[in-house]
């Protein structure tokens, strides 16, 4: 592999390149670069030294990438962007014009459906807090809040469990719902019974958490006097619905599994127990925190999220 010492060229003379590789004129890339044709053709003349790679072909009248310029210029163009946007934003931020509200999204649901046009809404009535969602674990979620690596977090949170220095709201209830394949003779059922699920297979994942979803199903069928046919998977519970591979097989879910509008998939209601869909936040957070307010923004907007259903 080909030794590049990075600190022999700078992100000025990536930004002459971009443009030069955009416009093929060092008179006109000079000049939207507000430097002299000189200083264009010296600074990129080095940036090509600095990587050991010839970016451009020049003759008289022409200018013209190189494949391997060609190369450089589709993977640093995006690159240069978010290094931009993200120095702007550093700096937004500093000056107390923008503030970022990190939100955690449990990997195990997809709420944005009903979530989106809310996030829009806050947006517009908080122009200068900056939203930015990630896939969180549950089994870190307290931990993450905690720390601070994440300000809010929507997830399932059973009625039971106990949340260290952390604020619930309630959005929704969610009944229990069987995933199958479109395939599995019972998706052509409107309404399952027990006895339909006795000579199903059901699909779990292996967690090392309190109760784990493997035990959390074989309860389920228990309660009901069914002996389950386990078969475990060793992903996350966004994972199960994804692993149902034959027609004797169905999982164990809420109504918002990730999987919930694909095609493959059918689903149905079971009914109890219930699932409390949440939104997370921390205790100790000031009221005027971004967190807090988007946390009563959504509390006071329940409603209208899931007013469907």
Known sequence: MRYVDFLSFNLFQVKLFLKLAETLSFTKAAELCGVTQSAMSRNIKSLEDALGIQLFIRSTNKVSLTPAGRSIYSDWKNFYQYMEEAVYKGARIQEGKMDQLQIGMSAAINIMPELHPLLREFKETHPQIELTISRTDDNRSEKMLNSGEVDIVFQYVAPEASLQGIEKEILTLSPMVIYMLKSNPLSQKEDLSID???????????????????????????????????????????????????????????????????????????????????????????DDSPAMKFFRFISQRKEDMFLTQ
Do not use: W
């Not at 309660?223 to 619905?241: N, Q």
């Not at 999982?251 to 109890?272: D, K």
């Open 196 to 286: 339909d699920l006795k000579s199903q297979n059901i699909v779990v994942y292996s967690t090392d958490a309190a109760l784990s979803h493997a035990e959390f199903s074989r309860n389920f069928f228990e309660e009901k006097h069914i002996s389950p046919r386990m078969k475990t998977v060793f992903h996350e519970l966004g994972d199960i619905v994804s692993n149902l591979q034959e027609d004797d097989e169905i999982a164990l879910s809420g109504r918002y599994h990730p999987e919930r509008f694909n095609p493959l998939y059918a689903a149905r209601e079971i009914g109890e127990p219930r699932y409390e869909l949440c939104i997370l936040v921390r205790k100790d957070d000031s």
